[in-house]
T-cell receptor, first 113, second 110 residues
Framework: AQSVAQPEDQVNVAEGNPLTVKCTYS??????LFWYVQYPNRGLQFLLK??????LVKGSYGFEAEFNKSQTSFHLKKPSALVSDSALYFC???????????FGQGTILTVHP | NAGVTQTPKFQVLKTGQSMTLQCAQD?????MSWYRQDPGMGLRLIHY???????DQGEVPNGYNVSRSTTEDFPLRLLSAAPSQTSVYFC?????????FGSGTRLTVV
């Protein structure tokens, strides 16, 4: 069975500082990894994905994520946080089987002015 | 381009009542799913469909039914609502960039 762990329920960072939201995964075969963001009372929005290729993936709104196969991690990063980045972030994984996506429990990111 | 449309946005049910949550997508995606979101538990898969006429159970299917008569529509039926089904429900369809999610239905069962 595939699974995702987001070890931090909350991450707090000051505006302008770099941010990292952590994610580790477990899956059979090669992982397909995703990050989604959810703003209050909204659906989830796609940020970025890793399928294959470069371990550093760039996505929307200046976010990037680093795939590390040996550590089974896919941490989300941004060099300089904005207050508007404050939201709930979900990491998700699927195996090579079509479409079934397993989500982590989510991390609340708060960026302080 | 509407994407994924869910109705209603809010609903209050009494225990034992039934209802259908509607989901429609206009992207011609074959794969669609229903998730429920509960605090601290992320999103859990209820049912999914790989195309018209084909559905399967996810992680938490009990108390829910689905059907897929067309590519566009994927309704979720609550057969006899229970307070444990109080949650936010998201429909999603799978495309090139992964899932596109609807805006959700917030369901309260009293």
């Amino acid at each position: 069975a595939q699974s995702v762990a987001q070890p931090e329920d909350q991450v707090n960072v000051a505006e302008g500082n770099p941010l990292t939201v952590k994610c580790t995964y477990s899956v059979s075969g090669n992982p397909y990894l995703f990050w989604y963001v959810q703003y209050p009372n909204r659906g989830l929005q796609f940020l970025l994905k890793y399928i294959t290729g470069d371990n550093l993936v760039k996505g929307s709104y200046g976010f990037e994520a680093e795939f590390n196969k040996s550590q089974t991690s896919f941490h989300l990063k941004k060099p300089s946080a904005l207050v508007s980045d404050s939201a709930l972030y979900f990491c998700a994984v699927r195996s090579t089987s079509y479409g079934k996506l397993t989500f982590g429990q989510g991390t609340i990111l708060t960026v302080h002015p | 381009n509407a994407g994924v449309t869910q109705t209603p946005k809010f609903q209050v049910l009494k225990t034992g009542q039934s209802m259908t949550l509607q989901c429609a997508q206009d992207m011609n995606h074959e794969y669609m799913s229903w998730y429920r979101q509960d605090p601290g538990m992320g999103l859990r898969l209820i049912h999914y469909s790989v195309g018209a006429g084909i559905t399967d159970q996810g992680e938490v299917p009990n108390g829910y039914n689905v059907s897929r008569s067309t590519t566009e529509d994927f309704p979720l039926r609550l057969l006899s609502a229970a307070p444990s089904q109080t949650s936010v429900y998201f429909c999603a369809s799978w495309g090139t960039y992964g899932y596109t999610f609807g805006s959700g239905t917030r369901l309260t069962v009293v």
